[in-house]
């Protein structure tokens, strides 16, 4: 399911709703995991004088009952990455 919700700004309020198949192998695959195993894969470096270090925040929550992703649709007013599909985060 697919449903974007309008706010009184010109940023939508998207949400995926994901169908219980594909539920079942992202639950499976997270009880497969472990964090020691998350870390080793994926090192973080320090960031050139001309990088920036950022981190992003999928959030993952129940919607009338289904697992959802939280995301934003970023308006076509703004001057950088507009209309593309944004998550909570920032710089660190």
Known sequence: MYEISKRWSSTAICRIALDEQ???????RLKQQS???????HSIHGSSSNERDSA????????????SI????????????RGEVSFPGGRL
Do not use: A, K, W, Y
């Open 56 to 67: 992003v925040l999928i959030p993952l929550i129940h919607i009338d009952e289904s697992p």
């Open 35 to 41: 964090m020691d195993s998350i870390r080793s894969r």
């Open 70 to 81: 939280i995301f934003t649709h970023r308006s076509l007013l703004l001057n950088g990455h």
């Open 22 to 28: 594909l539920r079942e192998q992202f639950c499976e």
